[in-house]
DNA sequence: AATCGTAACAGGAATCATTACTGATTAGGA
DNA sequence: TCCTAATCAGTAATGATTCCTGTTACGATT
């Protein structure tokens, strides 16, 4: 049974309020503010608890550190390969692809993550200087 | 200027002659039957190599773990939510969704990646027994 | 309200993948 | 053949994440 606590729900309302697709390290920082004593393993602890139940989601990025996004409707995403940026992509979920891809393989196919690489406007913009 | 090794060539070989999407840690157990006093740090720091110059595709799972693969060309998997096992899926690549979700970012999109989620043959026939 | 069982906590140690360092080796052009 | 930078083996260091220990406090039961 997953009781309440004042440390779980600051980490979740963080995560609600950003659109930034933050590291553990980054919600600690945040989380801290409100509870000066809360530990770096609680955060990831609750983390890891909140992925599992499917409450937020949980993604490794070019960096080699987990993210997390409190979105959990599909959605996709776009990375900067030059500094790492995470950005939301502002399109309609492709609906049968996942139908698509189950008509190759065996198993059972419940959902799919789709990842755009690039060079964010920001990157861009500093190259031309 | 990159110079051949005998450490290299037999990493690519490894990775060319297999389906499996191994880590370092595997092609390292693999290289070492044909030479034996080959280090770890030279397998991460040559799959590194091949990787930044396009050689070698790297990308991670849900073991937190890196995945390599000698196959650059489009292509998406499929990972077990239950095993971890990652396999190729055989479709077409998706040929217009690089221009459709460059409409909503900013920045310059060069390619994308599917990962489909779900659960595989084998895990499916085990969990019925 | 007192007691009890246990989820959750803080703090810190341990683990594990990966990277960095060091001194020795070697590919490959002059 | 000689030179030198790329590469190596071995090992130490790093950094993200997990695990452990003793403690706290929620929530159910009496």
């Known amino acids: 049974m997953q009781r309440y ?8 309302d963080y995560l609600r309020s950003t659109k ?6 980054t919600v600690y920082q945040h989380v801290r503010v409100q509870l000066p004593k809360v530990s770096l393993g609680t955060v990831y602890r609750n983390l890891s ?5 499917g409450e937020i989601l949980r993604f490794s990025s070019i960096d080699g550190v987990d993210h997390f996004d409190a979105d959990t409707a599909t959605h996709y995403h776009f ?3 030059h500094c790492g ?3 939301d992509v502002p399109m309609s979920p492709l609906s ?3 139908r698509l891809a189950g008509i190759g393989v065996r198993g059972e196919i419940d959902g799919h ?3 755009f690489y690039g060079h964010c406007d920001l990157c861009l913009d500093s190259a031309e200087q």
């Open 5 to 12: 606590s004042r440390q779980r729900e600051s980490i979740v």
């Open 20 to 25: 930034e697709h933050p590291t553990a390290e």
């Open 49 to 53: 608890q909140l992925a599992a139940a």
């Open 79 to 81: 990375i900067c390969n």
């Open 85 to 87: 940026r995470i950005q």
């Open 96 to 98: 049968d692809i996942d």
């Open 113 to 115: 993550a789709v990842t």
